[in-house]
């Protein structure tokens, strides 16, 4: 089992560029969590989908958005991106949506010239 | 605001017990502790989590006392394996982005 896997692990984007960053399990959890972590800082959340066909916006969505192609899929979107957006970003899934343990997956490295 | 404060650094040599204790003074009924750790260019991973009172597994001890304002995670005999970032959380729902928060964390560093 690969667990949490995200695609590309790096990126460098031009201002104004857009990219999807790529997240899939095999877990088979309902939640699915989009964060990103800026250098020396924890973790904030982006959006989340708390199961196959639903998202909402987390702590810091604006720049972004989401789909949740399935239930093993949950892209993130950045129509055009800026140097603020900067940062790792991690896939997380749950197995519910209450009190439980997140799986992480490796990260993707973006940088926005 | 569920907030939590942790010492940002402590430093430890092999072979000893840590104990990096967290503040939640807002702790609400409904909430959990959970500790996470995490790898530099890695993403977290959980480490334990609890209510009340006491909860071991493999990896570590999660001490909650009565009023649930603080917990301790106890790390026994580290080695320098578990030089990392730790960090604390206090929520019931993920999703809950006024709770489970993840702070700036506690860089533990593990000497020889």
């Known amino acids: 089992n690969a667990g949490v896997t995200q695609t590309p692990k790096f990126q460098v984007l031009k201002t104004g560029q857009s990219m999807t960053l790529q997240c899939a399990q095999d877990m088979n959890h309902n939640s699915m969590y989009w964060y990103r972590q800026d250098p020396g800082m924890g973790l904030r959340l982006i959006y989340y989908s708390a199961s196959e066909g639903t998202t909402d916006k987390g702590e810091v969505p604006n720049g972004y958005n989401v789909s949740r192609l399935n239930k093993r899929e949950f892209s993130l979107r950045l129509e055009s991106a800026a140097p603020s957006q900067t940062s790792v970003y991690f896939c997380?899934?749950?197995?519910?949506?209450?009190?439980?343990?997140?799986?992480f997956g490796p990260g993707t490295r973006l940088t926005v010239t | 605001l569920a907030k939590t404060t942790q010492p940002i650094s402590m430093d430890s040599y092999e072979g000893q017990e840590v104990n990096i204790t967290c503040s939640h003074n807002n702790i609400a009924t409904n909430d959990y502790i959970t500790w996470y750790q995490q790898f530099p260019s890695q993403g977290p991973r959980f480490i334990i989590q609890g209510y009340k009172t006491k909860v071991t597994n493999e990896v570590a001890s999660l001490f909650i006392p009565a009023d649930r304002k603080s917990s301790t995670l106890s790390l026994p005999r580290v080695s320098l394996s578990d030089t990392a970032v730790y960090y604390c959380?206090?929520?019931?729902?993920?999703?809950?982005?006024?709770?489970?928060?993840f702070g700036t964390g506690t860089r533990l560093q593990v000497f020889p």
């Open positions: 997380a899934t749950q197995a519910g949506s209450g009190v439980g343990e997140q799986y």
């Open positions: 959380l206090v929520g019931d729902k993920p999703y809950n982005t006024d709770k489970l928060i």
